[in-house]
């Protein structure tokens, strides 16, 4: 897994890679990843899509005099830190030969660094986002993933009780089935970006986490290879994630997500959805429709009712009777009332445990689905709409709370308090109240 996050995106390109044994695999990942600039979580976020370019391992060394001063100098200072946190580390039960070994020409990261701070403020809509997650590409390389490893993928979901096809949907998104799995050197990039600070702490977290990873001998520095943020392998583990939830499949004595091998990382991402509160033979969410005159204010996760008492409300599945009762439901409706709208249950929450945005929760339902034979989604997004940038979404804040709107915090999250004053402001101006944070919202409060 990796951080949490609110939209990011990206759209993905498609392309020929040997790497991934299947034609046309996308050649980035599709994982929401929350801004650094605003993020205080342990587990990644919607804003935009962090990618990784397929690379080299082999990366050329910098001439003294082609390195900048300012990073030459960056690198004493990150040297004397590196020093400083051996202690730290040490006091954690981290070996001297560990440590010798895991920094052995270790350097400052400057690119690093420079992909953490200038991440773009815009985003892309659900809609753009799911073009890519659920492409006729990324369903066409999920069913060949597939046949390719049904084996194994039936042993996992007999073994967890996870669809096979959520988690082959989880390893499309996270690393295009393999392709994409990233080749930056995980305790040089933690290693510096807990040294530089913005977020010091949690990386630092997450460095010690990997230096107990080879402590316990599941790979070594040289194999610990992965995305600029520390995410690892397949289906992107961060270190804290991976001690947690990472299995040993195969029976090697190692928890090997870095393989050519997917098993131990497939079977890892199935035992994190289980221990998050997967329901064997629950969907993850169903596409419904909704009533003329249907109060919005019931599209709320705090709200759940059995299938048949939203059908007793006119909430409907696409077959125009009311929904199989798979248990408790709560009404998502990601776009307001000009969008889809699901009916979701509690193996969107275990998919959530993954990642937080509901982007990525609907974009692995979906392609999961599509995988599995079923068709695309059938009502209408705006795509007239553009998302709003991070600045706009604190404006819309401001705003709505100087007219009498309190969303309580400024912070450019459109969470449920921003979603309630959305919808107590429409309600003012005789507004479909579905507290969808719109451009149109924004530009009325202007």
């Not at 946190?85 to 070996?95: D, L, P, Y």
């Amino acid at each position: 897994m990796v951080f949490k996050s609110t939209l990011r995106a990206l759209i993905c390109a498609f392309a020929l890679s040997p790497a991934s044994g299947f034609a046309s695999a996308p050649e980035t990942s599709l994982r929401p990843v929350l801004r650094a600039a605003t993020s205080n979580v342990q587990v990644e976020t919607p804003v935009i899509m962090a990618s990784v370019s397929v690379q080299s391992s082999m990366r050329p060394v910098l001439r003294p005099e082609k390195i900048a001063p300012q990073v030459t100098q960056a690198n004493a200072r990150f040297q004397a830190w590196i020093r400083s946190f051996k202690t730290r580390a040490a006091r954690q039960g981290i070996s001297k030969s560990v440590l010798d070994r895991a920094f052995r020409g270790v350097q400052y990261n400057a690119d690093v660094v420079r992909r953490d701070r200038n991440q773009s403020e815009f985003t892309k809509t659900l809609w753009e986002y799911l073009d890519s997650a659920a492409s006729d590409s990324r369903v066409k390389n999920g069913k060949a993933a597939l046949r390719k490893h049904r084996r194994k993928l039936e042993a996992i979901e007999r073994q967890y009780g996870v669809d096979k096809e959520v988690v082959v949907a989880v390893w499309g998104l996270e690393s295009a089935y393999g392709a994409v799995r990233g080749d930056t050197p995980i305790i040089e990039a933690l290693a510096t970006l807990a040294f530089d600070g913005r977020r010091g702490r949690f990386f630092e977290q997450q460095l010690i986490a990997a230096l107990k990873i080879l402590q316990n001998g599941d790979t070594t520095p040289r194999n610990m290879v992965g995305s600029w943020a520390g995410a690892m392998g397949h289906t992107q583990f961060i270190p804290t994630s991976y001690l947690a939830f990472a299995v040993d499949f195969t029976g090697d004595g190692k928890r090997d997500i870095w393989s050519d091998d997917p098993s131990d990382a497939l079977a890892s991402t199935a035992a994190y959805l289980k221990r998050s509160g997967w329901v064997t033979g629950q969907p993850w969410g169903v596409e419904v429709t909704l009533p003329r005159g249907f109060n919005y204010a019931l599209a709320n996760r705090k709200i759940k009712k059995s299938p048949s008492q939203w059908g007793a409300l006119g909430v409907k599945g696409l077959d125009g009777r009311s929904v199989k009762n798979y248990g408790q439901a709560s009404l998502l409706l990601p776009a307001g009332s000009k969008g889809a709208a699901f009916l979701i249950f509690k193996n969107f929450d275990a998919i959530e445990r993954y990642n937080t945005a509901d982007a990525y929760v609907i974009g692995v339902g979906h392609l999961s689905d599509r995988i599995k034979g079923g068709g695309k989604f059938q009502s209408r997004w705006p795509r007239e709409d553009r998302a709003l940038t991070f600045s706009e979404r604190k404006e819309l804040q401001r705003r709505l709370t100087a007219a009498g709107f309190d969303t309580v915090k400024i912070d450019g999250k459109i969470g449920p308090l921003t979603i309630d004053a959305v919808r107590a402001y429409q309600r003012s101006e005789g507004l479909e109240p579905d507290g969808y944070a719109s451009l149109a919202i924004l530009k009325r409060l202007r």
